[in-house]
C-alpha cells in the first residue's frame, strides 16, 4: 500500500507450508492460508505445521517500486541465483512443435554468430519439439500431446551428442520438458492424479521417477532445464482460474499427511537436487514463484508471450515484467518469456519489447526462424543480446501505479518511453477460455 510517500508491505515468508493469498477490501487486508490436500482436509497425524510466518515493513521517503524490492528481499533472505546473466533464444515461437535436430544446431550457430565474441555465452533452449510422441506414428505432427516419455524422437536422435553438437558451436544447450505429463506404459495408473492425469508427486516413485528424467537430461550434457506445466498438471487450473481456492474440491493426494504447498515444495526440491551435479540452471515455467524461491534460479512470470499476437507479449510480457520485477535477484531471476520474431507482429512492436528486455537487468530469449530476418533487424537483435549479456541494475517501471501496461521506465538511470499500441488497441480481452480457443484455433490455420 503506497499514500503520501509511504509504502507498506505485508507478506509471508517463501517456500510456506500453506498456499497463502491476499485480499485487500474496505474493511482491510485479510490473509488466507489453504492448508488442504488437494481439495480436501490435510491430516496432521498429531505433527504441528507451521502454515506461514508474517512479514511487515513500512518504508518512509522511497519510491513503491523500491520499497517493493526491499520487502522481496525480507521475503526471501537466501534466493538461488544464477552466476551470470542467462539468455539467448528458444525455438517455441516461430516452430510451434515442429522442428528437428538439423533445424536446432541451424537455431544454434545462428545464435552464435549473432553473440561472436561475447564472452558471457548464450544458452540455446530446445522447447517442446523433442520428445518421442511429439508426433503421429505417421510423422504428422501431434497437437494434443506434449508429454512423455522423456526419450527423443526420430527426428532428433542421440541427445547427448546433440548437446555436444550446440556446444560445439559456443552456445550453451538447455531443454524444456513437463516432468508430470508421462503415459509411459510402464507408469501404474495409482501414480496418477484422477482429476487431471499427471503424475502425483506426493508418492515417493513419482519424485523418483521426476529425478531419474532429470539426470538423464543432466548426463546428456544439458545445463539449463525449462520444466514447465507442473501446477496445473497438480491442480487442473491456470493461475488465473484459482481465486482464492487454487484447485477444486474433493481430491487429495495419495500422501494425506502434507499440505499442497508441502508436497510442491517436495517436488521442486527434487529437481533442484538431481540438477546440482550437473551444473544445470533451472527455469521454472507454469510453477509457483513463492513456494520456488530458493529452489529454482530462474522463474517464468506469466502465461505465454506469442510470435503470432502482439496482444499476449503485452499482456504476458509487458504486464509481467513490469508487476513482478521487484521480485528479480531477491527471489531468483526473472523471465518474462520471448520476443516471438514473425511476420505476424510489426518489428516495430518487438524491437520495443526486445529493447526494454536487454536493458531491464532480466533474461531476454528470442525465436526467430534463422535467415528471416532483414540485415538491420538482425544486427538490432545482435545488439540486443549483446547488451543483455552483461549485468545491469533492474528496470523500473515508472508508471506501474497508474497502469497495468507501463510506457515509462527507468533503464540504468536513463528514461525511456514506449507507445506498447496498435493503432486500433487491444483486440483481445481475455486470453484464456473459449474466447482464446477459437482466437487459437484461427491463428493456428495461418501458421
Known sequence: MHADGVTAGWGVRVRPAAV???????????????????????????????????????????????????????????????????????????????????????????????????????????????????????????????????????????MQSLAEDIASRGVRP????????????????DWRLAHTGGLDPSRPEVLAHVAAVVDRIGRWGFRLLKHDFSTFDITGRWGCEMLYEMTEDGWAFADRSRTTAEIILGLYRTVLAAAEPYGMLILG???VGHLGAGLMHMHRTGDDTSGLMWERTLRFGVNTLAFRMPQHRAFFDIDADCIGISDKIDWH???????????????????????????????????????????????????????ALPQEWLLDGQKADYSWYEPWGLRVACATGPVWEKVWKEVSRDL
Open 285 to 287: 515455467c507454469n510453477t
Open 20 to 158: 497463502c493469498s491476499w485480499q485487500v477490501d474496505p474493511e482491510g487486508v485479510t490473509l488466507w492460508l489453504d492448508v488442504r490436500c488437494g481439495g480436501m482436509g490435510v491430516e496432521l497425524g498429531g505433527r504441528r505445521l507451521c502454515a506461514a510466518e508474517v512479514v511487515s515493513r513500512e518504508y518512509d521517503n522511497i519510491s513503491a517500486f523500491e520499497a517493493a524490492q526491499r520487502f522481496c528481499r525480507v521475503m526471501c533472505t537466501d534466493p538461488l541465483l544464477p552466476k551470470a546473466p542467462v539468455y539467448g533464444a528458444n525455438n517455441w515461437y516461430y516452430a510451434y512443435g515442429r522442428s528437428s535436430r538439423g533445424e536446432v544446431l541451424a537455431d544454434a550457430e545462428y545464435l552464435a554468430g549473432l553473440t561472436e565474441g561475447v564472452e558471457n555465452r548464450p544458452y540455446f533452449v530446445i522447447d517442446d519439439c523433442w520428445q518421442r510422441d511429439r508426433y503421429r506414428p505417421d510423422g504428422s505432427y501431434e497437437e494434443v500431446y506434449n508429454g512423455g516419455p522423456w526419450i527423443p524422437n526420430d527426428r532428433f536422435g542421440d
Open 174 to 189: 538447455g531443454i524444456w520438458v513437463r516432468l508430470l505429463q508421462d503415459h509411459s506404459p510402464e507408469i501404474p495408473e
Open 349 to 403: 512492436y518487438n524491437r520495443m519489447w526486445g529493447d526494454l528486455l536487454s536493458r531491464s537487468g532480466t533474461s531476454l530469449f528470442y525465436a526467430v526462424r534463422p535467415g528471416t530476418l532483414p540485415a538491420d533487424q538482425e544486427q538490432e537483435l545482435a545488439r540486443m543480446l549483446r547488451d543483455n549479456a552483461v549485468p545491469r541494475k533492474a528496470a523500473e517501471p515508472l508508471d506501474w501505479l497508474d497502469s
